[in-house]
């Protein structure tokens, strides 16, 4: 097999598998690892391939987002410090949702065992996370199953959101802009977005550095509905200063997990408040 042969095999392979590892091309194709990953980076260079940790992922559309499996291999480190700079926020006894997002898997792998915490979610892995974790009191939200996705949507899960009065919501975005806002992909998964921000006193959105300046297709909420975001430190100042000028504090996860803040004490603990409720709908 030539190298172009070899190539054009990886790039049919993702276009059916969506996500590969060296390894398992490496086994595939009877290359080495050090052969696929040269390999890889010059699909990635002429933009035919996404490189992912340990592998490789078909490009993302602008259009379509892809899978969770393949989102939880990019900015693995980054994501595993907004997690547990996430995690330090939770007090005792709080009920807090947790949203779909692959970051929003650290959060859960993060959870303070020594807490009486109450998780609402929507989303299976997390619900899969919580049982290999420890003992956490957990509410399934019901509703139309996305096998795709492995999350519920739909009017019944909006309707049982509107039970709760939860302390916190840990929000997972496919973008952020001071234009547009907070936006994503989904319309079925942007209706239970907005109702669980109705129904926390706190919203925090969790967002790795990529996402800034990122807009997808559809409007989630305003900026005026979010009152912290944590995000890794490879956020350019341009961005933060955007962010924060909307009363928004920005939390910054450094490499050692601890937290940096700019605004720190600007919105408090209180309630979410009634401009930032009214920020919420609308795309």
Not at 48 to 69: I, L, W
Not at 73 to 93: T, V
Not at 173 to 200: N, W
Request: aromatic share 6%; charged share 25%; hydrophobic share 40%.
């Amino acid at each position: 097999m030539t190298i172009d042969e070899r190539r054009k095999t990886i790039c049919d392979f993702l276009k059916t598998h969506k996500v590969l590892s060296v390894e398992y091309l490496s086994s595939l194709l009877g290359s080495s690892a050090m052969t696929i990953r040269r390999d890889l980076n010059y699909l990635a260079n002429q933009g035919m391939v996404q490189r992912v940790h340990g592998g490789a992922a078909v490009v993302r559309s602008e259009v379509d987002e892809p899978p969770y499996t393949i989102r939880e291999r990019e900015m693995r480190l980054e994501k595993q410090r907004i997690g547990f700079a996430a995690a330090s926020l939770i007090g005792e006894r709080e009920m807090i949702i947790v949203d779909i997002g692959s970051t929003l898997l650290s959060l859960v792998r993060n959870l303070p065992l020594d807490k009486d915490i109450t998780v609402v979610s929507n989303w299976l892995p997390v619900m899969l996370e919580l049982n290999r974790k420890g003992p956490f009191k957990t509410i399934f939200l019901g509703g139309e199953v996305n096998f795709g996705e492995l999350s519920v949507t739909g009017g019944y899960t909006e309707e049982m959101l509107q039970n709760f009065n939860a302390d916190k919501l840990f929000l997972g975005v496919a973008g952020v802009s001071p234009e547009f806002g907070l936006t994503d992909y989904h319309t079925e998964e942007i209706q239970v977005k907005r109702q669980m921000i109705k129904c926390a006193k706190k919203v925090i959105v969790l967002a790795d550095h990529s996402k800034f300046g990122r807009v997808a297709p559809l409007k989630t909420a305003g900026l005026g509905s979010v009152h912290q975001i944590i995000t890794d430190d490879g956020i350019t100042e341009v961005d933060r200063r955007a962010i924060e000028s909307f009363g928004v504090e920005v939390i910054v996860a450094g490499p050692s997990g601890e937290r940096e803040t700019a605004t720190q004490g600007i919105l408090g603990q209180g309630a979410l408040l009634p401009e930032r409720k009214a920020a919420v709908g609308g795309i």
